[in-house]
C-alpha cells in the first residue's frame, strides 16, 4: 500500500515543481475529502482549484483517495463522533437546533430502526473540524516529502544535464586532440618522408 502511495505521489509530483502549490493543494484536498458537503466534493475542488490557483489533478487525487465509496462510512462516521463529542463538550443541546428536514428524518428513523440521535450541526461542525484539524497536521509533513522528493528530482535532472555537458566537452577535447595529433601525424610522416 505505501509503495502505491508513494508511486502515485511521486507521479502527482511530477506535474508540480513548486513544493508550496503541491503541499498546498494535497492539503485542500485533504480537507474536502473531510468536508461534510456530501454531493459537493468535486465542485468544491474546481472552486478551490480555481479560488486559489492549485493544482487541480492533485486536489483531486488527494480528495478522492481519502474519500470514496469503501472509506466514506468511516470518514463521516468520524466526523459526526468528533463533532459530536466537541458540541457536547461545551453543553450545547445540538439537537435542539437540527433543521426542520433532520429533525422528520430522526423520527422516521426512531420509528423503523429505532436510532433518533442525529445532528445535523454535529456533522457540518466534525467535518470541518477534521478536516482542517488534519490539513494542518499533514501540511509539515507533505512539505517535507514533497521537498526531498523534488530536490531528489531535481539532482537526477542536473545529473543528467551535467553528464551531457561532460561527455560533449569530452568529446570535444578528445576531437581537439586526435585533430592536434592528426596534425602531428601529417608532420612527422612529412618529416619522414624527406
Not at 463522533?81 to 453543553?91: R, V
Not at 437540527?98 to 450541526?121: A, D, H, M, R, T
Request: aromatic share 16%.
Amino acid at each position: 500500500m505505501m509503495i502505491w502511495v508513494k508511486k502515485m505521489f511521486a507521479r502527482l509530483l511530477q506535474h508540480e515543481l513548486s513544493v508550496w502549490k503541491f503541499t498546498l493543494s494535497c492539503c485542500m484536498g485533504i480537507y474536502i475529502a473531510f468536508s461534510p458537503f456530501v454531493g459537493f466534493h468535486t465542485a468544491i475542488v474546481f472552486l478551490f482549484s480555481w479560488l486559489f490557483a492549485l493544482n487541480f489533478s492533485v486536489v483531486l487525487a488527494v480528495s478522492v483517495m481519502i474519500n470514496n465509496p469503501w472509506t466514506m462510512v468511516p470518514v463521516y462516521g468520524l466526523s459526526y463522533l468528533l463533532g459530536d463529542w466537541t458540541l457536547s463538550f461545551f453543553g450545547w443541546n445540538h439537537y435542539a437546533w437540527n433543521p426542520s428536514w433532520v429533525s422528520k428524518g430522526n423520527e422516521l428513523l426512531s420509528n423503523y430502526v429505532s436510532f433518533s440521535g442525529f445532528s445535523f450541526w454535529a456533522f457540518i461542525i466534525g467535518g470541518n473540524l477534521l478536516g482542517i484539524g488534519l490539513s494542518l497536521l499533514a501540511y509539515p509533513i507533505v512539505r517535507k516529502v514533497a521537498s526531498m522528493m523534488l530536490t531528489g528530482k531535481t539532482k537526477v535532472i542536473n545529473t543528467v544535464f551535467k553528464s551531457k555537458e561532460v561527455v560533449r566537452s569530452v568529446a570535444t577535447k578528445a576531437h581537439q586532440v586526435a585533430m592536434q595529433h592528426k596534425v602531428q601525424g601529417e608532420e612527422h610522416a612529412g618529416y619522414r618522408a624527406e
